[in-house]
């Protein structure tokens, strides 16, 4: 059976940037935390 894609919305995606950029944690724990992977 084929997987769904998830789709994010803009401001989820500007949020999670703005904590990437303002932490300083690396991406695999913030994609962790928000619930997405690392590649989103």
Known sequence: MAKTR?????????EAVALLESSGRPPTQIAAE??????C
């Open 6 to 14: 998830r789709e994010f919305t803009p401001a989820f995606k500007r």
């Open 34 to 39: 928000r619930g997405s992977s690392p590649s």
